[in-house]
């Protein structure tokens, strides 16, 4: 999971794919399952890539991307509030 600046979001999902596809391949022969990466990139303005919802429904418990966008904002407007002054 990462939560990059809004322009970045679709570098960051494929950057994501290649970063962890050997990790992939060598869990999926050790424990021999059938293993696949899923890219969870939202921006920090809640910004999220096309697709990503595709990638979401892959996810037991299937997630909704109303309630992830949720947490990346209050994680930014904490991040905030403890930077800027009141």
Do not use: R
């Amino acid at each position: 999971m990462t939560v990059p600046i809004n322009i970045n979001v679709s570098i960051k999902t494929y950057q994501k794919l290649g970063k962890y596809k050997d990790l992939e391949i060598e869990i999926g022969k050790m424990w021999n399952f059938k293993t696949k990466t899923i890219p969870v990139v939202i921006g920090s303005l809640g910004m999220i890539a096309k697709g990503a919802d595709c990638y979401l429904a892959q996810i037991l418990g299937n997630p909704k991307i109303e309630e992830i966008q949720k947490i990346v904002l209050m994680g930014t407007a904490h991040i905030l509030h403890k930077i800027l002054p009141m």
